[in-house]
């Protein structure tokens, strides 16, 4: 197999019809790169901890981030994402529990390269006074601002 130096070299070969090049690298040299890992479960800084960056599929969709203990990535209902703008990316399935955590949120402003002025959303329930009034208890949006 000729290498890549090679190739660029051989002044013999045509390179009329060539539709893409493929490299291979192998996975160990790829989880040690400090290059963008899209989509990639990843160890975070705290034990038991992981985190996987999307990027954004479409113009309504934002870079984001996915947080999970490692043992939960495949459990969507245990896991928080946010997006780069620090509002909550999967409204529906975000863990509110896990979401409040200081350590997922330092995860997710890490991963995300977020300085400490942006805040990430949160939800909390509804005082409990609603309930009794016979109204529904229902999630309101709530922002944690940080101090400059």
Known sequence: MKTFKDYIEDDSIDDNGIDYILIEIPKKI??????????????????????????????TQQRHVHI?????INSKNQ??????DGSRHDK???NAAIGSSKKVQDIAKQALSLNDTIALES???EEMALEHAGENTEYKPITIKVAT
Do not use: C, G, M, P
């Open 30 to 59: 790829f989880e040690n790169l400090k290059i963008s890992t899209e989509s990639y479960w990843q160890d975070s800084f705290y034990k038991n901890y992981k985190y996987r960056v999307d990027v954004a599929t479409n113009h």
């Open 68 to 72: 999970a203990k490692s043992k939960y």
């Open 79 to 84: 896991q928080v994402s946010w997006n780069i």
């Open 92 to 94: 529906k399935s975000f």
């Open 123 to 125: 939800w909390q329930k």
